[in-house]
Structures are given as C-alpha cells and as structure tokens.
C-alpha cells in the first residue's frame, strides 16, 4: 500500500486557541461592524484572514534571532539578506524595508508621476493603492481565464500579450514599468507560467521598459511552474526561481509570506542607479539603508526563511494543504476559484450566493456567515475591496467576488482544515436561507476594506 502524505515538518512548540459560542459571536461580529479585521483575535477560532506574516518559524529561523546584529550601520544581519538575496533570486543590490508595502512606497516614490500608466496581472490592493495616491492608474492585462472560476488554466496568472501590447503602443510614454505579481494574488493565488514571464521581458525590452515583479508569494510560483509547466519537472525550485527573476529588472517583496517571517520586506534591483535613488527615500521613510525599518534579528530570520521557503519539501507540504481545503469544498459541491491557488482557496461569493444583489457585498456577507458558524475568519476580496473609482467615486463591482480562505505556513493542521470545511458546508446546505446582505455605515477615502463599517440590511 503506498504511504499516505505526511507533512514535512514536526511541532515543537503550540499557541492555544478558544472556541465561542454562535450568540457570542452574533455579538462581537455586531460589534466590529461587520467587518472582520475588527473583531478581536482572541474571538476567533481559526484565523484564515490572511497568510501574511502569521506563519510558524522554525527553529532555525528562531536561532538566526538571537544571532542578530543591531548595529545602527553595517550589521552583519543585513549582509546575511544580501548574500541570500543575490545567491537565491540573482540581484546585486537591496534594500529592506518593514514590509511589502513600504518597498512599493519607497519604489514607486522614484518611478511613478502622476498621469502615469502601470499595466499589470490583477495589481494586489496596496499596489494599487500606491499607484492611484499618485495619480496614476493601473492597467490590468490578465488573460480572460483568470476571470472564470470555472475554468481550469494552469497559469491564471498570466498576461495577455494583446493586453499588453496594446497598452505600450498606446500610452508607451506614459508607461514606467510593467509589473507582474507572482503568484497573482487578487486572481486567486495564480501562477504565472515561466514562459510568460519571458513573453512580458521581451515586449518590455521592445518598447524600452522595466519588468517589476511582485515578488510576495514567488516560491510557490516556481512550485506550480514545476509541477505544471513542460520542461521544469527535473529543474529544483532554487533553479527555477532564479530563472523566473531573470526577466526581472526590479522586484519587492513582502517577506511575511514566502520568507515566512512575521514583519519583514525589501526592495531589490540590478541597477546601481536605481538603488542609489531609492536610497534617499528608503532612509526617508524607512531607516538607513541597511537596516530599512528592521531589526538585525528580523533581518537574520528573513535571510533564513528565504532559504527555507525555497525547498520543495516546504512548499510541497505548504500548497498540498491549501489543496486539501479546496478539494473537500469541491466535494461538498462549494463554487471555488479552480485551479486552486498557493496560498489561498478563493470561494465564489457571485456563485455562492447568486440571489443577493451585489450591492449587498455578497462575499462580505459569506465571510460573516463563516465567522458566526464556526468562527473562523476569511476575508472578502471583493467589491469593498475594489473600493470607489477614484474619479467618480462609484462603487467597483470586480469581475470575481471572492471570499479568500488563506491559510498561514505551518501553523494549522489537516483537523482545522476539516472543522472550516464542514463549516461552509453548512452554510451552503442553507444559503436559500440567506436573503439580507450587508450595507456600507462609514468608509475611508481609499484601502476602505480594512475600516470599514457595515450593518444588516433590513
Ligand atoms: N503584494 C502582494 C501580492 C501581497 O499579497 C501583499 C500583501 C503585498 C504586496 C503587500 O505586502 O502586507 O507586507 O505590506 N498581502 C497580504 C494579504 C496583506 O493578505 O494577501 P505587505
């Protein structure tokens, strides 16, 4: 009999957590108006709102801690990212930042004016948000597919070319860089096949531009490469990330998911001038360049996660879970994004819940639906999260309304991964029930998502 699959790693040290009971729930969800990054931690059960930076460091990672260099400048720790950086991903020069979101600030504060045109695979919302607080828009150039949860694709991730093109013919010389985020967040945990990434260098050098990756999920990238592409199934993922950052000129990175530290990030490029000039706004905002907002011992444990995070063993163990999610919820029948992604499975809300009006954010409504069931916490990657155009300030309706279930790195077992599944599938057995979504009550500017307040619709 052929041994069953078994994670490659072993616990060594737990963190409780509490069960609730649904009127406690009914209670606090009310409380944090709906919205599901007010509730407190400790109310929730299992907490599947986002993979980043809520993964479990190994012992490793926890020894590079107490081997941290603090020195203001010059640190030891900082040299230990560097080499790591240029040996796995293949760039000269970095510079770290606190997080993924502060390596965009910073090198958006060199590359992107207002009126700028930033054309790209389904930009993740900070990306986004950087870009349009500029003043400039972005493009997205995903292929159609990835709009189809239905659809089957190996690489939704991907860019069309035609998207593409067209674009740099049309507003080449409003066209700063192409960015390409690996895996796709916002289009479910996607990949993007090493071929396009080829596609996307070689029309880039043809109209004079620069290639940004956003970097924040690139091992499971490499991963899905080698199980699905041709030609890659004997190449190791060391071998194929190296490959993939070669038609790279720039990338950031969000170092709380594939590095998996808690707090964590950096920006690195081939170009010295580049770096030069992103210098002067990472000690702005940041700190000195080598230490850009993190401590000598943060900086020791990203260098060793960028190790880690970049073994199959890790990633196999990593992404066969987030499968076993989706699977069990295609079995109960549960519309989700398939493929399955890396990091996430994505449920669709439209499918879902296809008798509420999408004025009444039905993924919104789903994800309270999960949290009163069983407590656990996903996320609405949907139309809060595609906020307000910036212009006429109407509501954006994306193509896909989507409840993430992300799961954190080596943090859950196959048994929590069980009680989410039941879960949703009471809640499919009973969605006719479900008649009344959710209503805006107040909103920020932009990045609404995080703060917002809701209530019932009555
Ligand atoms: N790019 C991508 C693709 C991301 O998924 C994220 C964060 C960022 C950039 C920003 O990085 O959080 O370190 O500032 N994604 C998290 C998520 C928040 O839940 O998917 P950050």
Redesign the pocket.
């Given at each position: 009999m052929e041994l069953p699959f078994a994670e490659s790693f072993k616990i060594k040290m737990v963190e409780s957590i509490r069960k609730s009971s649904r009127e406690e729930r009914e209670k606090w969800i009310k409380d944090s108006g709906y919205n599901l990054f007010g509730l407190k931690s400790d109310k929730v059960f299992i907490d599947l709102?986002?993979?980043?930076?809520t993964g479990a460091m190994s012992d490793h990672q926890w020894s590079e801690m107490m081997l941290g260099d603090e020195s203001y400048a010059g640190a030891s720790s900082y040299f230990k990212v560097k080499s790591a950086i240029q040996e796995l991903l293949g760039f000269e020069y970095f510079l770290p930042t606190?997080?993924?979101?502060?390596?965009?600030n910073v090198l958006f504060s060199v590359l992107v004016k207002e009126g700028d045109i930033i054309p790209g695979n389904s930009h993740?919302?900070?990306?986004k948000g950087h870009i349009e607080f500029r003043k400039a828009t972005a493009a997205d150039c995903t292929i159609d597919e990835a709009f189809d949860t239905t659809l089957s694709h190996p690489f939704k991730g991907n860019i069309d070319p035609v998207k593409l093109e067209n674009i740099l013919i049309s507003s080449g010389e409003n066209i700063p860089f192409i960015i390409v985020?690996?895996?796709?967040?916002?289009s479910g945990g996607q990949p993007v096949s090493i071929e396009n990434l080829k596609m996307v260098k070689q029309l880039a050098d043809k109209y004079g531009k620069i290639v940004v990756f956003?970097?924040?999920?690139f091992a499971e990238n490499a991963y899905f490469i080698k199980l699905r592409e041709k030609g890659y199934q004997d190449k190791s993922i060391r071998e194929i990330v190296l490959e993939m950052f070669a038609c790279a000129d720039v990338m950031?990175m969000?170092?709380?998911?594939d590095a998996i530290v808690n707090?964590?990030?950096f920006i690195a490029m081939r170009s010295k001038e580049l770096h030069t000039k992103a210098s002067v706004f990472n000690i702005m905002f940041e700190g000195y360049i080598t230490y850009g907002g993190m401590s000598g011992r943060d900086l020791n444990a990203l260098a060793q996660g960028l190790y880690e995070g970049t073994e199959f063993d890790y990633l196999e163990t990593r992404i066969r879970q987030v499968e076993y999610l989706g699977k069990r919820l295609m079995d109960f029948g549960i519309p989700v994004q398939q493929p399955i992604g890396g990091?996430?499975v994505f449920v669709d809300a439209k499918r879902f819940l296809p008798h509420l009006p999408k004025e009444e954010f039905q993924a919104q409504t789903l994800a309270v639906e999960l949290y009163l069931e069983a407590g656990v916490r996903g996320?609405e990657i949907g139309a809060l999260l595609a906020d307000r155009d910036p212009v006429t300030r109407e509501n954006r309706y994306p193509a896909l309304e989507l409840m993430?279930l992300?799961i954190p790195r080596r943090v859950y077992t196959n048994n929590h991964i069980d009680v989410v599944a039941v879960a949703l599938k009471n809640i499919y057995d009973r969605r006719e029930t479900i008649r009344k979504g959710l209503k805006i009550v107040t909103e920020a500017p932009i990045m609404r998502h995080f703060t917002v307040t809701l209530d019932r619709v009555c």
């Amino acid at each position: 009999m052929e041994l069953p699959f078994a994670e490659s790693f072993k616990i060594k040290m737990v963190e409780s957590i509490r069960k609730s009971s649904r009127e406690e729930r009914e209670k606090w969800i009310k409380d944090s108006g709906y919205n599901l990054f007010g509730l407190k931690s400790d109310k929730v059960f299992i907490d599947l709102l986002t993979d980043s930076g809520t993964g479990a460091m190994s012992d490793h990672q926890w020894s590079e801690m107490m081997l941290g260099d603090e020195s203001y400048a010059g640190a030891s720790s900082y040299f230990k990212v560097k080499s790591a950086i240029q040996e796995l991903l293949g760039f000269e020069y970095f510079l770290p930042t606190h997080q993924g979101r502060a390596a965009e600030n910073v090198l958006f504060s060199v590359l992107v004016k207002e009126g700028d045109i930033i054309p790209g695979n389904s930009h993740f919302d900070t990306t986004k948000g950087h870009i349009e607080f500029r003043k400039a828009t972005a493009a997205d150039c995903t292929i159609d597919e990835a709009f189809d949860t239905t659809l089957s694709h190996p690489f939704k991730g991907n860019i069309d070319p035609v998207k593409l093109e067209n674009i740099l013919i049309s507003s080449g010389e409003n066209i700063p860089f192409i960015i390409v985020t690996v895996t796709c967040n916002s289009s479910g945990g996607q990949p993007v096949s090493i071929e396009n990434l080829k596609m996307v260098k070689q029309l880039a050098d043809k109209y004079g531009k620069i290639v940004v990756f956003d970097s924040a999920r690139f091992a499971e990238n490499a991963y899905f490469i080698k199980l699905r592409e041709k030609g890659y199934q004997d190449k190791s993922i060391r071998e194929i990330v190296l490959e993939m950052f070669a038609c790279a000129d720039v990338m950031t990175m969000s170092a709380k998911k594939d590095a998996i530290v808690n707090m964590g990030g950096f920006i690195a490029m081939r170009s010295k001038e580049l770096h030069t000039k992103a210098s002067v706004f990472n000690i702005m905002f940041e700190g000195y360049i080598t230490y850009g907002g993190m401590s000598g011992r943060d900086l020791n444990a990203l260098a060793q996660g960028l190790y880690e995070g970049t073994e199959f063993d890790y990633l196999e163990t990593r992404i066969r879970q987030v499968e076993y999610l989706g699977k069990r919820l295609m079995d109960f029948g549960i519309p989700v994004q398939q493929p399955i992604g890396g990091h996430a499975v994505f449920v669709d809300a439209k499918r879902f819940l296809p008798h509420l009006p999408k004025e009444e954010f039905q993924a919104q409504t789903l994800a309270v639906e999960l949290y009163l069931e069983a407590g656990v916490r996903g996320v609405e990657i949907g139309a809060l999260l595609a906020d307000r155009d910036p212009v006429t300030r109407e509501n954006r309706y994306p193509a896909l309304e989507l409840m993430r279930l992300a799961i954190p790195r080596r943090v859950y077992t196959n048994n929590h991964i069980d009680v989410v599944a039941v879960a949703l599938k009471n809640i499919y057995d009973r969605r006719e029930t479900i008649r009344k979504g959710l209503k805006i009550v107040t909103e920020a500017p932009i990045m609404r998502h995080f703060t917002v307040t809701l209530d019932r619709v009555c």
